[in-house]
């Protein structure tokens, strides 16, 4: 390809973005935004996220068969799985003038996923027994209202997914097929070039199951999520699931105080509470009030400088769901306005749970269930009776340890690639589908979904490969094999040279990016050359002789080489 005719040439000059690969995208003619969280996929774009795919294709084709499924769904579907009102990204398409809703103003959902789509049409084709176990998946555009998109094409509105989804006639059949997809999922990361740092990670299963989910976690200094990782059991948790114990603290207490409450108004948070009441963070609690979906109000209790895991405790709860109370159930259950809820003397029908985090502490903190007051000197055993049992509801933090094993976390940052779901019977059992066993009867079906985002993985690798001046990509994936460039141009031995060097490349069926601009410096080409990040780049000029100049993207050195000697190295 010529880039000369080249659509969507570099922009060195463009704005740094949030993030790396925004700014190097963007800058190097990859992509375009059209407004935050959007993006038009130009040529050298496209070409990677082909080859992305293309890889996810293969591989995908081992365990399931393809197919394209509607961005568009009735929302009578949504609302069948109870997912209408409740999914929190959820986007709907509308009429956008009155002579567009003349015509028709009904309203669609645009999936951010698509059970509610792939259920029913398994339901359509797939009644026996004979028939299973069966997997079906789809490349395709997903559309989801992120509140803050951010960091480029890692968090956007519209962004290109892959999903599988696999139906079962046993929960022991779906779970031998979720262990098969690991290893395909291991197997495309090692060909997109991040299989090394990609790790497999335990996640919460939100409301679909109690079990653990699975992430593919590439480790990347710039990720957004946080992993917990246990040596001794050789296991990566996410931040938002890893048990955890808190480390101890040593107090200069030797004997219990006399309790108090002190006058506090309008302190926001514990640092500047501990601060206040001249006492280290330690000694602080923060509670929570709660109300479950099946109607309790809980109080949850944290040792100050954690946060409260809202899914850790929904599972010692045992409820479905559980949300924050609004300001009316907290002030008639704690007599007190937000910001003031304590463990002392809560109402019999408040359920309280207390982490672990919270116990072994002298002469603590905690709210007094008044208004602008804070209880200090609270002792478990005189002011509090001792739990039966202190949990686990902590947000981990780095510095705190493996229940189970003791040892001391190893903390990385990551960027998630991939994750997989158990569904088991939620949404057949929602589309009552079922399958005819041999004995006759209707079975329940389990489903499995598995999910990787292509586009994401290419922001996540130009994160992950780049360096002061562009982007590296790994070959398995870059735009071209070789980055061309022609010096000199004017001369007509040059010019020649260069351009059946070009076409005996092509030829050999190597792909070629060929910059055969005249009127631009050597630098501005080196430049773009590097900024672009295609892995080889020949140079041809007066002063490579009868040879041709080869650098490697990811190295400094330069060799000198006949053509032959290149096509053969390529």
Known sequence: MLYSKFFGKTKKSSKEYDSVNATLLIKGGFIDQVMAGTYTYLTLGL????????????????????????????????????RFDTVDVLMKTTPANIFAKAKNDTEYVLNPTHEEVVTPLAQKFVLSYKDFPFGLYQIQNKFRNEPRVKSGLLRGREFRMKDLYSFHTTESDLKKYY?????????????????????????????????????????????????????????????????????KVQYEDKEKLPRKEVKGEGIIGVEELAEYLKIPVEKTTKTLIFETDDKRIIAAAVRGGYDINEDKLRKVVKCKALKLADEKTVKKVTGAEVGYAGILNLPKEVELYIDESAGGRLNIETGANKTNYHSI???FGRDIPIPEKFYDLKVAKDGDLNPESNERYQVFKASE???????????????????????????????????????????????????????????????FQVHLIGLDLKEESINSKVQQIYQELVNRNIEV?????????????????????????????????????????????TELLTLPDIIKSL
């Open 47 to 82: 070409r990677v996220l082909n080859r992305i795919e293309q890889i996810i294709r293969e591989e995908m084709d081992t365990i399931g068969q393809e197919i394209l499924m509607p961005a568009l769904t009735p929302i009578s579907s949504w609302k069948q799985t109870g």
């Open 179 to 247: 262990e098969k997809s690991k290893e395909v999922y291991m197997k495309i990361f090692k060909r997109l070039g991040i299989g090394k740092d990609t790790v497999i990670t335990l996640a919460s299963g939100g409301s679909f199951t109690d079990d653990y989910s699975h992430e593919f976690q590439t480790i990347c200094e710039t990720g957004e999520d946080t992993l917990f990782y246990e040596k001794t059991n050789n296991v990566y948790f996410n931040r938002e699931v890893a048990p955890s114990q808190a480390p």
């Open 377 to 379: 000197n609270v002792n």
């Open 417 to 479: 690639v991939g994750n997989i779901f158990p569904l088991y019977t939620k949404f057949t059992e929602a589309f009552n589908y079922k399958f005819v066993d041999r004995d006759g009867k209707e079975k329940p079906i389990y489903m499995g979904c598995y999910g990787i985002g292509p586009s994401r993985i290419m922001g996540i690798i130009v994160e992950k490969y780049h360096d002061d001046k562009g982007i590296v990509w790994p070959k398995e994936i870059a735009p």
């Open 513 to 557: 990016l060929f910059d055969d601009r005249e009127d631009v410096s050597a630098g501005e080409k080196f430049a773009d050359a590097d900024l672009i990040g295609i892995p080889n780049r020949l140079v041809v000029s007066k002063r490579s002789g009868d040879k041709i100049e080869l650098k490697k993207r990811m190295e400094k050195k």
